[in-house]
């Protein structure tokens, strides 16, 4: 694996409208943390943030820090980025730090590879597990974990524990974890589906409260209002009176 | 339509709709999404009539998954009724989006059928909207 060399700069404003003026300067603040290490806040570029995540979200960072004059290197990998969910503006920026010589646990993401048999017959490949939890040391974490489904068929499901062994990496996932399923086609269905009146004024179960007494005593009140309503309903009832049957008159 | 099969109270009060979505605003099951730029209530009609713009592209392949519910109650007068004389009667269910929210996303068929079916879809919403792709492994 690759090592990207990332500038940045040693951060001391710290707070909302501080991270604000930082991201209006093209900058993202962030943080170094680590197991054996202080925790270091920076303000990384946009520009450079924007080249590594083209890179790929597991490559290992040589971070230089800048503080004053003074320099600083650490040896980092991206934990989270967070972005705002409208823009995608970065908002901030999580780094942390590792050592060459001690084993960290990670995720890799899977790559399919392949045309599953099951696809031609109908089926849909669906990516169960998106990304695996892996543990190795930080120079050989794969940027993709490579996973052949083109022996598939339909119903069939590939486990954790059919991925070809890769040399220093450790399945943290439990062996019986599906990555990939090729699923059983769905019955086709009516499209046009007529719109259903009684749907919309169809109302569902109201939850009622387990005392008997209050209610009881609610269809006393609702005696009550429904009185006040037919003295209130009963002008407009004298307004419109209803026509007489006739016809009765004729039959006799 | 989508409606719940239980409720506690028949009428709810409207709400406001400030801010963004709070969660649901990534891509959870798909590959691909819509996603809503705008605010407004999304009703359980307008949530059926996306649907089924996008099962008439995709026809039997794929998956899509229906990210929001239409979980309150939404009332109305009768008309001509003046005003008084306590609520009106639930006439729809809706959900209330905020910007941000992913409404649909769908699996497993070929992305320019997939950007077809999002993009008919989102002509039945009344807001804006946005197809968003998960950050592929290349």
């Known amino acids: ?252 | 339509m989508l409606m719940p099969s239980k409720v506690k109270y028949r009428k709810q009060q409207r709400g406001r709709m400030k801010g963004l979505s709070k969660g649901g605003s990534t891509l959870a099951f798909g590959d691909i999404g819509l996603q809503a730029l705008g605010r407004g209530y999304m009703t359980a009609k307008q949530i059926e009539a996306a649907r089924i713009a996008i099962a008439r592209f995709i026809k039997k392949t794929g998956r899509v998954w229906i990210r929001v519910f239409p979980d309150k109650p939404f009332t109305k007068k009768p008309a001509e009724t003046r005003m008084g004389k306590g609520k009106g009667d639930p006439v729809e269910w809706i959900t209330i989006v905020k910007p941000g929210r992913i409404l649909y996303e769908m699996e497993g068929m070929e992305k320019e059928t997939a950007y077809k079916a999002l993009r008919s879809a989102s002509y039945k919403l009344p807001f804006a909207t946005r197809i968003v792709e998960r950050e592929t492994v290349k």
């Open chain 1, 1 to 252: 694996m690759e090592e990207l060399i990332i500038d940045v700069k040693r951060r001391t404003e710290f707070g909302k409208q501080k991270a604000k003026s930082i991201r209006g300067r093209a900058e993202v603040p962030g943080v170094i943390y680590g197991k054996h290490h202080d925790t270091v806040h920076v303000a990384i570029p946009v520009e450079s943030l924007k080249k590594i995540i083209k890179a790929g979200s597991n490559e290992i960072l040589r971070v230089n820090i800048k503080d004053n004059g003074d320099a600083g290197q650490k040896l980092a990998l991206i934990k989270e980025i967070q972005r705002h969910i409208v823009t995608d503006e970065f908002l901030h920026v999580d780094l942390y730090e590792v050592s060459e010589k001690e084993a960290i646990k990670t995720k890799a993401p899977v790559l399919v590879t392949g045309k599953a048999k099951g696809i031609e017959l109908g089926g849909i490949l669906q990516i169960v597990t998106r990304e695996l939890n892996i543990k190795c040391l930080p120079t050989a974490i794969p940027r993709h974990i490579e996973i052949d489904v083109s022996q598939l068929n339909i119903g069939h499901t590939l486990h954790v524990k059919d991925i070809n062994p890769l040399k220093g990496i450790e399945f943290m996932d439990s062996p019986e974890t599906p990555v990939v399923h090729v699923m059983i086609p769905a019955k086709e269905e009516a499209i046009v589906q007529p719109v259903v009146a009684e749907a919309t004024t169809a109302e569902p179960e109201v939850i009622k409260k387990g005392k008997e007494a209050r209610e009881g005593e609610q269809p006393a009140e609702e005696g009550k209002e429904a009185a006040k309503d037919t003295k209130l309903a009963a002008p407009q009832a004298k307004e419109k009176p209803e026509p007489k049957k006739e016809p009765k008159k004729e039959s006799k």
